[in-house]
């Protein structure tokens, strides 16, 4: 993905994992018949090599897993607002954020061994430090689904909390 303002992107490995780690929310993006549908979840990550692979649970039906099913191509944006810059005139209003989005495929968790792993990364990103246990009863009505991220960019307007 090529970037318009490429003075805000952001590169750094370290940086990037940072946004994720911070940020509370994905906005996964959705489409089908091109309707598009975007819905906030909570998530969990890892990267594998140098992919990203974002994490999700879900209700094993409603429309989100209806749309993904039709069509597992998805989108997603997270953010981490600091701040909003204010001035004398509206179009000069900015805000301080940091955010990563990006598009990829969904692939749906079949084997208790990789629910287990899904639900592991996303408490993991939410409670830090803490050990859960699942048990195989507890997927029984729960959908874990993964998207395997082919592009992402990073992005920031950070400059005045860098003065």
Not at 1 to 29: G, Y
């Amino acid at each position: 993905m090529m970037m318009r303002r490429q003075d805000r992107e952001i590169t750094d490995f370290n940086r990037i994992n940072s946004i994720l780690e911070k940020s509370l929310v994905c906005r996964l993006a959705l489409c089908r018949d091109d309707v598009p549908y975007v819905v906030p979840m909570n998530y969990g990550y890892e990267f594998s090599g140098n992919k990203l692979i974002l994490y999700f649970h879900s209700a094993d039906e409603g429309k989100k897993i209806d749309l993904l099913n039709s069509n597992p191509k998805a989108a997603f944006e997270m953010d981490i607002i600091y701040e909003l810059i204010e001035a004398e005139i509206a179009c000069k209003y900015s805000m301080i954020y940091e955010s990563v989005m990006g598009v990829g495929d969904v692939v749906f968790c079949k084997y208790s061994e990789e629910k287990r792993k899904a639900l592991t990364l996303i408490m993991a990103h939410y409670v830090p430090g803490k050990t859960f246990h699942f048990a195989d009863e507890q997927f029984q009505n729960l959908c874990l689904f993964k998207l395997i991220v082919s592009s992402y960019t990073a992005k920031s307007n950070r400059t005045s909390l860098l003065t």
